[in-house]
């Protein structure tokens, strides 16, 4: 039996990785869960699951449930606590944002197996994190669907000359850039073949998602820029793959599903029957398209691009910026065109620092989302 912690458990990856360890109670128990602010759901999950520690984030959600659960060790804002101290042979880390890294640094001090389906942790500090992960001998298991299928695909990393990323090219991959610009936050939202959380989904639709998987991918999977390359594939079955030295390709594919990476990278080496999907029909699906990604219209897959081969405190800045415009999308503040422009222009501000320390990006990240804000304020729409 697996002991699992899960740090996200209220989020779209950590509900899904709950119901993977549902529907295989025999493999997996669940001993620490840590959530944000739906204390509601997480108080459903801690009676379902009955994991030995919690955290939540505000002290007045764990004080709802000490009262309700007084038996239980009760943790305010303490997810790197759980990294730290709580038993467990692997960590889902599926926080949002930059918050995840500390966690995900705490498991691979301890040798711990990291499921990693947060993206700020490889997107900001992918060579300190990298790096302490083979000193401590650490798998890191991604998440991500397109990692996951490198991953799955990659024979340990033995003689893989090219990556070859997928995106479906999001909503508005057959639409102008002048629709682009004029897209209402519903229209964003509505992603053709995945349903995921509002951030990520903005992203998608700028493939600025892409971007930030390409960086990603740069560190698990130690691999040059040059050889990365992203195709755009709107049906979402080929969930990525791998070109080999010679020449030889294979795909990892199947019908659009978190549920199979996420129990994938918990039951890594091995493989276990879990929640099917149904099967991929090739005959079925009759066709699968593939194209060169537009840069211009999609200019944040470019942008992310640059900033992951600047290195240092690029990538940071990029997200740390992204973010900030993404989130002021979604309140109504600024045009979807607008967030590669802001973030664009961070970078343009910022100093880049190389071989950057923990706090260098700390700082970065920091100065990036005070430069992203006022830029907000100056296009205001
Ligand atoms: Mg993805």
Redo the contacts with the bound molecule.
């Keep these: 039996m697996k002991k699992i912690a899960i740090l996200g458990s209220t989020g779209s990856i950590g509900r899904q990785a709950l119901e993977v360890i549902k529907n295989r109670r025999d493999a997996f128990c669940v001993s620490a869960l840590g959530a944000g602010n739906n204390v509601e759901l997480l108080i459903e999950q801690i009676k379902e699951f009955e994991p030995e520690i919690v955290s939540v984030k505000s002290e007045e959600n764990a004080n709802i449930l000490k009262k309700l659960f007084p038996t239980k060790k009760i943790l305010t804002d303490g997810i790197v606590d759980i990294a730290k101290d709580a038993n467990y042979d692997e960590v889902l880390v599926s926080v949002n944002g930059i918050s995840g890294l500390f966690p995900t640094l705490e498991a691979i001090k301890r040798g711990k197996t990291v499921a990693l389906a947060n993206k700020e942790t490889l997107v900001t500090a992918g060579d300190i994190v990298m790096a302490e992960a083979r000193k401590n001998n650490v798998n890191i298991i991604p998440v991500?669907?397109?990692h996951s299928a490198i991953f799955q695909c990659s024979n340990n990393g033995k003689y893989v000359s090219k990556l070859i990323i997928t995106a479906s090219g999001g909503p508005f991959l057959y639409k102008t850039i002048d629709e682009m610009r004029n897209a209402t936050k519903e229209q964003t939202l509505a992603h053709p073949n995945w349903n995921m959380g509002n951030k990520i989904t903005i992203d998608s639709a700028t493939l600025m998602?892409k971007g930030l998987?390409v960086i990603e991918a740069h560190h698990l999977f130690n691999k040059d820029y040059d050889d990365i390359k992203v195709v755009i594939h709107p049906q979402s079955i080929v969930h990525s793959a791998i070109e080999f030295v010679d020449g030889s390709v294979i795909a990892q594919m199947g019908l659009p599903s978190m549920h199979l990476p996420i129990q994938y990278a918990l039951t890594y080496p091995e493989r276990i029957e879990g929640i099917k999907t149904n099967s991929f029909n090739f005959v079925q699906a009759r066709e699968l398209d593939f194209y060169e990604p537009d840069f211009e219209k999609f200019s944040a897959l470019k942008i992310a691009f640059d900033a992951g081969r600047t290195g240092g405190t690029a990538p940071a800045v990029l997200n740390g910026a992204n973010e900030e415009a993404v989130y002021a999308f979604l309140d109504g503040k600024i045009r979807l065109t607008d967030i590669a422009d802001i973030t664009k222009e961070v970078l343009e501000k910022m100093k880049i620092i190389q071989n950057p320390t923990l706090d260098n990006i700390l700082a970065a990240d920091k100065l990036a989302r005070i430069h992203a804000k006022n830029l907000i304020e100056q296009v205001r729409v």
């Design positions: 991500d669907s397109e998602n998987e």
